[in-house]
């Protein structure tokens, strides 16, 4: 759940080809992401975080402006989640 403090981190999603996207939904399931990528349902793909680093997942739905993304739960996907949590809680405003 985003809250006021959560601001939208930019980061890189690579299907394709990289493309810029911005963190709009993060846990420990996955993410969702606004950006100009259009992969198609079940591609595999991956996120780059500058603080959280690089994480796996499959694409789970395609919007006219994000990407809903799926992460194997695990403790990897935890700690990908609470690492972007943390740096937008303490990124300066």
Known sequence: MASRWRRRRMCVLVAEMPMPA?????DARGAIVETNARPALGDRVSLSHPEAGTIDARVDAVTLDAVSLRFA??????????AAIAADMSRPA
């Open 73 to 82: 739960c695990s403790e990897r996907s935890v700690a990908f989640a609470l």
């Open 22 to 26: 911005a963190l709009r939904r993060v």
